[in-house]
C-alpha cells in the first residue's frame, strides 16, 4: 500500500454538501493475491464505527437518497470510495483495510476533515428552573470544522453576571443566581465558515414572592365612581393571589377579615406588565364598584406559592372630598346617573 501519501482525497479540503473521492493504492500485489478490500469510517463527533464498503458493495445504512459509490477495476491496484455528498457527520478515521491470501490486514487510516459552519448539538443545556442562591453551569456543545469559538449573551442585552454582555467558552458558570440572572440565553457557534445555528434556553430562578403597593389610595364616597387600589406581585413560580377586606368586629381592637370576590361589588383583575416594568412580576387590581362610606379601610392582598412562606401587601382606601379616580365599571348601576350629572 502507499506510504507516502496515504489515501488520497479529492479535493484536498472537502466541504460538507460537496462530492469527495478518496482513493487506496495497494502496491506489490501479484495475480494470486485475493484483493479484498474495506472501506471503514470511526466518526469524530460521537465516536461510532461503520463499515462503509466492501470492495464494490456499499452499505447505505437505510438513506432514503444513496450518497456512496465503490468503485474497483479488476486487476486495478486502486480502490475508489465517493460520498456524493459529504455530510458533516463523516469527520472521523477513514480506514482502507486490505486482507492478503495469508489473512494478513494491511491498512492505511486518515484523518477525513469536514469543512462545514457549525451546528449547536441537541445536548446542548435546555430549558433550566433553579432556586435563588444556587449555582448553575449553562453548557453549550457545537460541532463543525475548524473547531467552532461559542460566545454568550442574553437576549436583552442585559450584562452577564460578570458584568459583560459577551463571554466566550462553552460554558457559562453562575454562581449563587439571584432572580436578575433570570431570562433568555443565547449560545452562538462561529468558525471560519460562517455562523451556524444558535441555540437558546430559558433560565427561570424560583424566589420567594413580594408584594409592593401604594400604601394609601383616597377616593370620594358616594359620588356612584369606582375606586380601585393595585399592587405589583413578584415571584416565580407566579404566585396564587387573593384579596380581603378588614371589617371591625364592634369591639374596641377586634378585627376581621373577610375574602374578596369577583362579584356586583367587586372586581380582580391581573395583568403581566411590559418587561421595561418589571420581570416576573403581576399587576393585581382590585376595583370596588360604586364606592361607599362601607368601602373605605385597609385591603390585604395575599402571595402563596408551593414550598415559600406567604407574603402579604396592605392598601388603605380613605375618604377625600372630591373624586380622585373617575372610572366607573358596567356592574355600576349608578353610571348612568352620573354620566348625565356630570353633562
Known amino acids: 500500500m ?33 484483493r ?43 480502490w475508489t470510495l465517493i460520498f456524493d455528498p459529504l455530510d458533516r457527520d463523516d469527520l472521523g478515521n477513514l480506514t482502507c483495510r486490505l486482507t492478503d491470501t495469508n489473512s494478513r490486514e494491511i491498512y492505511l487510516t486518515r484523518f477525513l476533515n ?11 443545556t435546555k430549558d433550566i428552573e433553579v432556586n435563588e442562591g444556587d449555582s448553575v453551569t449553562l ?5 463543525g470544522y475548524p473547531s467552532p469559538t461559542i460566545e454568550w449573551q442574553k437576549a436583552d442585552a442585559q450584562p452577564l453576571s460578570s458584568g459583560h454582555i459577551r463571554q466566550m467558552g462553552s460554558q457559562l458558570d453562575l454562581h449563587q443566581v439571584t432572580r436578575r ?27 420567594r414572592p413580594y408584594v409592593y403597593c401604594e400604601r394609601d389610595v383616597g377616593q370620594a364616597t358616594d359620588f356612584q365612581v369606582d375606586a380601585y387600589v393595585e399592587c405589583y406581585v413578584y415571584g416565580y413560580p407566579p404566585p396564587k393571589i387573593s384579596w380581603r377586606k378588614e371589617q371591625s368586629a364592634g369591639v374596641p381592637n377586634m378585627k376581621y377579615y373577610t375574602n374578596i370576590w369577583n362579584s356586583q361589588e367587586y372586581l380582580i383583575e391581573a395583568t403581566i406588565p411590559e418587561m421595561s416594568i418589571c420581570t416576573d412580576c403581576i399587576l393585581s387590581r382590585l376595583t370596588i364598584i360604586n364606592f361607599k362610606q362601607a368601602d373605605l379601610g385597609n385591603y390585604y392582598i395575599n402571595a402563596t406559592a408551593p414550598n415559600f412562606p406567604s407574603e402579604f401587601g396592605r392598601v388603605t382606601l380613605y375618604q377625600t372630598s372630591d373624586c380622585q379616580q373617575f372610572v366607573t365599571h358596567r356592574n355600576n348601576k349608578g353610571s348612568f346617573v352620573l ?5
Open 181 to 207: 440572572e433570570s431570562g433568555i440565553y443565547k449560545c452562538l457557534a462561529s468558525n471560519l465558515v460562517g455562523f451556524g445555528s444558535e441555540w437558546t434556553l430559558k433560565l427561570s430562578v424560583r424566589f
Open 114 to 124: 469536514v469543512i462545514s459552519e457549525p451546528l449547536v448539538l441537541e445536548s446542548s
Open 139 to 143: 453548557i453549550c456543545n457545537a460541532q
Open 2 to 34: 502507499r506510504d507516502k501519501d496515504g489515501i488520497i482525497f479529492d479535493p484536498i479540503a472537502p466541504r460538507a454538501g460537496e462530492r469527495l473521492t478518496a482513493t487506496c493504492t495497494l502496491v506489490g500485489l501479484t495475480s494470486n493475491d485475493k
Open 36 to 78: 479484498h478490500v474495506e472501506w471503514a469510517l470511526k466518526r469524530f463527533n460521537d465516536g461510532k464505527n461503520f463499515t462503509l464498503a466492501v470492495d464494490t458493495d456499499v452499505l447505505q445504512f437505510n438513506q432514503p437518497v444513496p450518497r456512496l459509490q465503490a468503485i474497483h477495476a479488476t486487476e486495478s491496484s486502486e
Open 339 to 343: 354620566f348625565i350629572q356630570l353633562f
